[in-house]
């Protein structure tokens, strides 16, 4: 939280064309809509500064000469512009939105899209929170710049020239001296921006301290109430809170500036009116409704100034989320199928399926050293492996030992720096992602569902499954017990990413999913929480089924999965420190071994204080 | 991100309620704004005059009392002093308005913002003393949203709309008077308009709400899709289901632009209606204007006067459908922040009874339960002071229910039995006292986010640096934190290093322990810790702190042997009790989970006995 909210603080103070035009690509399609809204504008901008002159028309005839013969016609004129402005309005609110929400739409899709195709690493590197903002918000902020302030800043420019113009065709000199007044508006108003920038950067990061002090303060209350330490945390807290008003005031006493600062800039524009205009008129040598024009103008031209001089700051300010759209946009994914093998196998969204060998379930690690691409330790050296297609590897060791990177790496999420892996003896970088990840099935450790039903999750798997398919898989897997138990059966909803069910039973439901299209290869990263027993014993038998007659590399963290794989690897910091079948690592009475035993006894012990 | 709450209290009231010295600061704001809309009300007046009567040469036509000051002043001017004093005039009362206009906004946020921090504070400080039940009942995203984005609803509604409602009622009040006082019949076109326009603009907001609504429904489903793709990216990839995830996507990014872009024409429809009805406002203001100009009952000073007023009129007009949105918002904020503070605080005792706790603590018939589900039923049994009592049991037997019934983190009910330490009941004791003495560690520790030493000392300030060394060697811990580049300045938490389960676990007992309790509580507190680091602690509590009573639980039975008087409970209840060496000896649960132990000594595991 803390660092987004600095984020939007890169310092930039200027307008930087380059950075607008890497978007020109997503603009294009909606230029005609731009143009159009800017037209509009233009228009009513027009109209706008007609109503002055207009106004000149009834001052100069009806109110000051008293004839009201051109009454009829003025009328019609009047109403006609009224009538005008009314359609444009409303032309413009509609195009704009338009604007706004199919732009919206379509730099929304690209990140998504693009989401898709990058790799693991990435993710690694960037917290979904993160992401999610690049998605959501920052597209949002461009667009909405794009589609309202664009216009909003062309009319009040267009409404500054225009009405100055009016003005030096009336009474050059008079103009000119209003004109005058505008720098040191402009000048003053940009002085207070940067102020306000700096005031306002200042209240964020106050802010989010105080985000972060409730957090820690409720989060960590139990805590604070066993140490009785809730008063020092009320002590500090009022130290925080004292901040944030300091730098609050402090913000809007920089804010509060801005109105009055106009209302006293429009009064000295309306006094020097007053006073050439007056005199002018007073011996003759200018109409009186000339002078109530120039009140006119001198009272409405100094908002569009302070209003072009925010929207200026704005767009400044929306560089940093186009910046970052870009970075996010920008960045190559590590994993890339080959022109030829997208040519033959399809790509991530358009799969040529004709062409896809089945997977017998070999599985071969050649000469294979591997670093993560965010890390420096060369995690694998000229590691060797061959899995007989329907044979189990169980990976084991300490929590964070680096178990995971076999899996990785026969998933295609990471590629081997060196070396290959080889399914069913091809390198499978001569495949497509997609050829391997549909012949996959994949079980995580916590088991992420999808908003929808059950059936709709373990239909995730095979997305033809016909209803039965859908109800085998469960029966095979033990999981029909979790759709039985729910009112609405298969069709139950399961939350925002599962949480209406418990761990168990998403665990369950996350095998069905792996099993529904009967994969050859299991790639399984068995969970360690504990959860009841009766469903800890329905997991264990539906994992010895799964794995049954299939080819996987398994995390294991189970005795009997352990026990019953053919063949186990022993991860330490990163290495395989032991590899072998049960019993002659059992032998070797090394590291296996009191893993092994140590995983007994709590094994133990857990069961003899459940039963 | 469901249905909402949508409950709501009267903001204002609330504001009010929880602002004791700020309310003198929103009534000098109701002053100020008086002024500044008197000021905006006359400044038309001075361009009035300087029409009329500066220019045309009208008779001077302002208030009475004030007439024969104003014409001794002005009458012995040239035309061009006039022109000139009317020109000062209008600067002046502009800065009139300006200042008040500042000051207005300074004292209006002077007010707010200390009505926000007051509320903060008040909010922080009722956390902390509101009791663990309400903590564990609710969820902590649901309370920070509460403390962080309803508090800042209230104050923009504090610091923008609340006062808002006053204004407009000034002015138009103000203005409509004015207008009157100069011609009635030209006021008449806008009192029929200026309810024309307030209820377009409720109508407005009604309009939109609904639709409003479902779009940001839309825009959360959107991001619950994306959420879960992010989230889920590895499934998504092992399962090679980027298509489906896209064409997923691509329905709620449509439905939700699809919505806002039939917004798009409700908007259009009704901006374009609002800008009409102004636009007719002053069409029918200039065309009765100047019939009446040529009947003579209008002078251009006058008709000028109106169109500036009409002008100033129809936007606050306009935004009061806006601003009622943001009542509305601002009571169910109110509402949501008035839930928290309405729940009383836990009741500490205070002033109770302060004695001191090196003695033996006595469960009587001690029964206890979360809702429905009975945790502890008909416990008896006594902790000897100074000794070490273990308890054993499965998890959900209420191992730590007995702990947070010791720390008074939970209440026992009347009748539910009782809790002795020494010769007083638990109910008489001052809840703090209890805490400072019962030295509780919990099994997953809270660490926050400050250096290792301040969170050792955390509960002792200006505990030396010797004291909290001291202190992290007991607790097995000072090797570690030596070895961090920082040392004992080492940050933990989210911006600083990550420590692991055994290392937090470590720092809490290290946390505890400098307190100094007579009374220890360790809730499976070094299930993290291995056995040879866990022996290693508790021998040297036992040799530095003699005499402290510690109750420890653990699965370990070898973290349980060595204690005094072992306790083993399931299902609530006490099954057996006893020394290691009666219960070794006893069918029983100890038993079994000890056989287990000594099989796996026995193979040649490293854990000697003690």
């Known amino acids: ?611 | 991100m469901g249905k909402q709450n949508h409950k709501r209290i009267p903001a204002l009231k609330f504001i009010l309620s929880h602002s004791s010295g700020q309310k003198r600061w929103f009534f000098l704001a109701v002053l100020l704004q008086f002024i500044s809309v008197s000021a905006n009300v006359l400044r038309p007046h001075i361009i009035r005059l300087a029409l009329d009567y500066g220019i045309a040469g009208k008779e001077l036509d302002v208030w009475d009392p004030i007439k024969p000051a104003m014409l001794r002043l002005l009458e012995p001017l040239e035309p061009i002093g006039k022109l000139a004093a009317f020109a000062v005039a209008a600067v002046v009362v502009s800065m009139l308005s300006s200042a008040s206009t500042f000051c207005y906004r300074l004292s209006i946020s002077w007010g707010t913002e200390q009505f926000a921090r007051n509320l903060r504070e008040k909010l922080f400080s009722h956390i902390q003393s509101l009791p663990f039940k309400w903590h564990s009942e609710n969820q902590t995203g649901d309370i920070i949203q509460r403390c962080t984005s309803d508090m800042n609803v209230l104050r923009s509604f504090s610091a923008n709309q609340m006062l808002d409602l006053t204004r407009t009622i000034l002015m138009v009040a103000t203005t409509l008077l004015s207008m009157l006082a100069m011609n009635i019949r030209l006021t008449l076109v806008t009192l029929f308009f200026l309810p024309i326009i307030g209820g377009y603009s409720a109508v407005f907001h009604k309009l939109i709400g609904n639709r409003f609504q479902s779009a940001e429904e839309a825009e959360g489903e959107l991001t619950v899709v994306v959420q879960e793709n992010l989230t889920a990216v590895r499934v998504v990839r092992a399962f090679g289901r980027e298509r489906q995830e896209l064409d997923k996507f691509d329905e709620k990014n449509n439905t939700y632009a699809d919505l806002w872009l039939k917004l798009g024409s409700v908007f259009g429809v009704l901006w374009g209606l609002g800008d009409m009805v102004t636009a007719l406002l002053v069409f029918f203001t200039v065309v009765a204007g100047s019939y009446l100009a040529a009947g003579g009952s209008l002078t251009l000073g006058e008709f000028m006067v109106f169109i500036s007023y009409i002008h100033t009129l129809a936007w606050p007009v306009r935004a009061m459908g806006r601003t009622l949105t943001e009542v509305t918002k601002a009571g169910v904020a109110s509402f949501r922040l008035n839930e928290i503070l309405s729940h009383p605080p836990e009741d500490m005792r205070e002033g109770m009874e302060k004695p001191g706790l090196d003695v033996d603590i006595r469960f009587e018939d001690v029964s206890f339960s979360y809702g429905e589900k009975e945790a502890l039923s008909n416990l008896s049994f006594t902790i000897p002071k100074g000794k070490v009592f273990g308890i054993l049991g499965p998890t959900g037997s209420g191992k730590s229910t007995i702990t947070y019934l010791l720390n008074g983190l939970y209440d026992l009910e009347i009748g539910k039995g009782n809790i002795y330490f020494g010769d007083y009941e638990i109910r008489q004791i001052s809840r703090e006292h209890l805490r400072r003495n019962v030295g509780l560690v919990l099994q997953e520790p809270f660490l926050f986010s400050r250096s290792i030493k301040d969170n050792i000392s955390i509960a002792k300030p200006g505990a030396q640096l010797d004291e909290i060394r001291d202190a992290a060697g007991i607790a097995s811990i000072d090797g570690s934190i030596n070895s961090f580049a920082k040392g004992y300045e080492t940050l933990v938490g989210e911006r600083g290093v990550t420590l692991s389960g055994g290392q937090k676990q470590r720092v809490a007992i290290a946390r505890t322990i400098l307190l100094g309790s007579p009374i220890l509580v360790f809730d499976d507190s070094l299930s993290a810790v291995d056995l040879e680091t866990d022996k290693k602690i508790r021998l040297a509590i036992a040799e530095r702190a003699k005499g402290t009573t510690v109750i420890l639980i653990s699965h370990r039975i070898n973290t349980l042997m060595g204690s005094d008087l072992v306790m083993t409970l399931e299902n609530g209840k006490i099954s057996d009790i006893g020394t290691h060496y009666e219960l070794k000896e006893r069918e029983g649960l100890y038993k079994r989970i000890y056989d287990l132990q000594a099989d796996y000594s026995d193979q040649g595991g490293s854990q000697a006995n003690e």
């Not at chain 1, 413009?92 to 898709?116: C, P, W, Y």
Request: hydrophobic share 45%.
């Open chain 1, 1 to 611: 939280m803390n660092e987004d909210f600095l984020e939007g603080f890169d310092a930039q103070t200027t307008f930087n064309f380059k950075i607008w035009k890497k978007l020109a690509v997503y603009f294009k399609p909606y230029y005609p809509r731009i143009r159009n809204s800017i037209l509009m504008m233009s228009l009513v901008c027009v109209i706008d500064v007609a109503f002055p002159i207009l106004m000149k028309f009834a001052v100069d005839n009806f109110i000051s000469a008293g004839d009201l013969s051109m009454m009829l016609p003025y009328c019609a004129g009047y109403l006609f512009l009224v009538a005008i402005q009314t359609w444009t309005t409303f032309y413009m609110t509609k195009n704009s939105m338009s604007i706004e929400m199919l732009l919206g739409k379509d730099l929304k899709r690209a990140s998504f899209v693009h989401l898709q195709e990058l790799g693991l690493s990435y993710y690694n590197q960037n917290a979904v929170g993160w992401l999610l903002a690049r998605v959501m918000s920052d597209t949002e902020r461009i667009t909405s710049v794009i589609a309202w302030a664009l216009t909003e800043l062309f009319w009040s420019m267009a409404y500054i020239v225009f009405s100055l113009g009016a003005m030096m065709l009336m009474d050059w000199r008079l103009g000119a001296m209003l004109a005058l007044l505008m720098p040191v508006l402009v000048f003053a108003t940009s002085a207070f921006r940067r102020k306000l920038l700096v005031a306002n950067r200042i209240e964020r990061a106050a802010n989010a301290r105080i985000t972060a002090a409730y957090n820690e303060g409720i989060t960590g209350a139990k805590t604070s109430k066993t140490l009785v330490i809730e008063k020092d945390n009320n002590e500090q807290f009022k130290e925080y809170a004292n901040d944030l008003y300091k730098a609050s005031f402090r913000n809007t006493r920089s804010n509060a500036i801005f109105q009055p600062l106009i209302t006293f800039a429009t009064a000295l524009s309306i006094s020097t009116v007053l006073m050439y205009g007056g005199a002018k008129t007073l011996f003759g040598a200018m109409e009186i409704g000339t002078l109530s024009v120039f009140i006119s103008y001198a009272t409405a031209t100094l908002e569009p100034i302070q209003w072009s001089v925010r929207l200026l700051a704005n767009f400044v300010s929306t560089q940093a989320s186009i910046e970052r759209f870009n970075s996010l946009i920008e960045t190559e994914p590590d994993i890339v199928d080959t022109p030829g093998v997208v040519e033959k196998y399809g790509d991530l969204f358009e799969p040529k399926k004709e062409n896809w060998e089945p997977i017998k379930g070999k599985i071969e690690f050649r000469n294979v050293t591997f670093k993560y691409p965010d890390g420096d330790d060369i995690v694998l050296e000229n590691f060797n492996l061959v899995v007989p297609a329907g044979k189990n590897v169980a990976i084991v060791g300490e929590t964070g030992a680096g178990k995971s990177t076999l899996a990785n790496l026969a998933c295609r999420f990471y590629e081997p720096t060196e070396g290959q892996v080889l399914i069913d003896d091809v390198d499978i970088r001569e495949r497509s992602q997609l050829w391997l990840h549909s012949q996959l099935g994949y079980v995580l450790q916590d088991p992420l569902l999808f908003s929808g039903t059950i059936e709709e999750n373990i239909r995730f798997g095979k997305l033809d499954a016909t209803q039965e398919e859908v109800v085998a898989a469960a029966k095979l897997v033990y999981a029909d017990s979790v759709a039985e138990r729910q009112e609405d059966g298969y069709q139950t909803e399961v939350g925002e990413g599962g949480s209406l069910l418990s761990t168990g039973e998403k665990q369950l439901i996350s095998l069905a999913r792996a099993v529904i299209a009967d994969p050859p290869i299991i790639i399984l990263d068995e969970a360690t929480s504990s959860i009841d027993t009766h469903t800890e014993k329905l997991i264990q038998n539906a994992i010895s089924t799964v794995l049954s007659e299939r080819t996987s590399l398994v995390v294991a963290h189970r005795l009997s999965t352990i026990r019953n794989a053919d063949f186990i690897l022993v991860v330490s910091a990163g290495k395989i420190i032991e590899q072998g079948a049960h019993s002659s690592l059992m032998e070797q009475k090394g590291a296996y071994y009191s893993l092994y035993k140590t995983l007994e006894i709590e094994d133990s012990i857990e069961k003899q204080l459940k039963s």
